[in-house]
């Protein structure tokens, strides 16, 4: 057993990765993985053109997950938004993650209808 947990600290150190997007200054902090995050991505090019401060965190590896990247790239915002075409299995994660220190909304779609940028657009001026 103690072999295996030195195994996983040893991946957790080495695996673990994630993208940071115009997360500098962010108010609203979007967190989304797969054909999500690319809607995401659009969202925030949108927003800060607009003048709203939103960023997006975008996980590459599910597990091990980013945990202490997404305690930082956290800081300071006012709400995260996680965005997923499911019905929440990454919001766990997130809310985990984050603890108490900000609150956690969720957004999703599943059966294979796809978000648009629009309505994220949308989520964020609701916690703006």
């Given at each position: 057993?103690?072999r ?6 040893r ?8 993208e940071h997007?115009?997360t500098?200054?962010?108010?609203i ?5 797969g054909?999500?995050?690319?809607i ?7 927003a800060r053109s ?7 965190f975008r ?7 980013p ?5 930082l790239?956290?800081?300071g915002v006012?709400a ?17 993650a ?8 969720f957004y ?11 309505e994220v657009?949308?989520q964020v001026?609701?916690l703006?």
């Open positions: 057993n103690q295996l947990q030195e195994k996983y600290a991946i957790t150190q080495a695996e673990r990765r994630c997007f115009m500098d200054g962010a108010k902090l979007l967190v989304a993985y054909i999500a995050a690319r995401c991505k659009a969202a925030v090019v949108t607009n003048g709203q401060a939103v960023g997006l996980p590459i590896t599910l597990f091990p997950y945990t202490p990247e997404l305690q790239a956290a800081r006012q995260v938004l996680v965005v997923e075409m499911s019905c929440g299995q990454m919001v766990a994660d997130v809310r985990l984050l603890g108490s220190t900000v609150p956690v909304s999703g779609r599943s059966g294979g209808n796809v978000v648009v940028t629009e657009l949308e001026q609701e703006l």
